[in-house]
């Protein structure tokens, strides 16, 4: 197994293999590989064997006060169709145990999880996976919004295009609005109090957001759309169509002064770019009590979770360690 440095180019293969998986996660989205400082993308490095793709990075933690389960480099699960994964793991397993890497697999779908021999392999259960679930939901729901549970929904939407009929256009993001989006997304940060470790987060987001609005002028399967009142960009949303037919719901940000700003952008961001969706993904809530409420509120279908995977044994030979240093 030939690891080199990750390339944007290498996007194209990523995509050729995540077609043929039934895969509903984001994380082989070259725009959270890329973006996101945990993934460390000036260090990430992947290797293609026999029609897998396996991907390597040194994670890179938000404070000096976070503690990392692993001592070195972690590894995304392999990317491969169900059939092949557990040949993929036990061929990514004797990699580590000739480089002397540490067998450490983060992301891993909990089904595929539930694949493994659990005499070779552990799943870890020291995380709040239920904060890191990302949310399904059924394309139709979100652009029909029918039934009872939705009322409140179709209302605010109603509201929001009664209220500005005629003032308000929702269309395709140009280069020309970037200084909009840019502002708008600057008034959102101002509106919050947040703390210092969610400051860190917010710069993240905000190079995810640039990148997110290249990737829509770059590539055919990103998007990013704006809402515009009066010619004023009071809204923008952000996604991508995976090679395994999941939306992707990456950023959404509104003016909640316009009423009915959120429920009108997810509706319509769905109707125009997931409308033949298998699912679409809205993210995790990260355990963030306002935002669970939020992703729940448009009742999901299911959730894709995820489970660190080590080597059985691992959890105690580390607290034997411990044990010995004291």
């Not at 080199?4 to 990523?14: A, L, M, V, W, Y």
């Not at 994380?27 to 993308?41: A, K, T, V």
């Amino acid at each position: 197994m030939h690891f080199e440095k990750i390339k944007k180019s290498d996007k194209t293969r990523i995509d050729e293999i995540l077609a043929k998986t039934d895969l509903t996660g984001s994380e082989y989205s070259m725009l959270y590989l890329q973006g996101w400082d945990f993934f460390d993308f000036k260090t990430m490095k992947i290797a293609f064997e026999d029609g897998c793709a396996y991907i390597r990075f040194c994670p890179n933690l938000l404070s000096e006060d976070e503690e990392s389960d692993s001592n070195g480099c972690i590894f995304l699960p392999p990317l491969t169709t169900e059939d092949k994964f557990v040949l993929a793991m036990d061929r990514l397993r004797a990699y580590c145990e000739e480089s002397g890497d540490e067998f450490y697999v983060t992301a891993c779908l909990k089904e595929r999880a539930e694949l493994l021999d659990k005499s070779v392999y552990e799943i870890s259960d020291k995380h709040d996976y239920r904060n890191y679930a990302e949310y399904l939901y059924n394309p139709v729901d979100l652009i029909e919004l029918k039934g009872k549970k939705y009322h409140s929904k179709r209302n605010f939407i109603s509201r929001f295009i009664n209220t500005y009929q005629g003032k308000y256009v929702f269309r395709t993001y140009t280069e020309k609005d970037k200084e909009g989006v840019c502002a708008l997304f600057g008034e959102w940060i101002k509106s919050k109090n947040f703390d210092d470790y969610h400051d860190e987060i917010e710069e993240q987001e905000k190079r995810v957001v640039k990148l997110a609005l290249e990737y829509s002028l770059e590539y055919d399967d990103f998007f990013a759309d704006v809402m515009e009142v009066d010619g004023k960009i009071v809204g923008f949303e952000t996604g991508e169509l995976t090679a395994a037919n999941v939306g992707i719901v990456h950023i959404e940000k509104g003016d909640i002064q316009y009423d009915g700003i959120y429920p009108a952008l997810c509706q319509m961001f769905a109707a125009k770019h997931f409308r033949n969706a298998k699912f679409i993904n809205r993210q995790e809530d990260m355990g963030l009590e306002g935002l669970r409420k939020s992703k729940e509120s448009y009742h999901p279908c299911g959730f894709s979770e995820k489970r660190i995977i080590r080597l059985a044994g691992t959890n105690a030979r580390e607290s034997e360690r411990q044990e010995t240093a004291k």
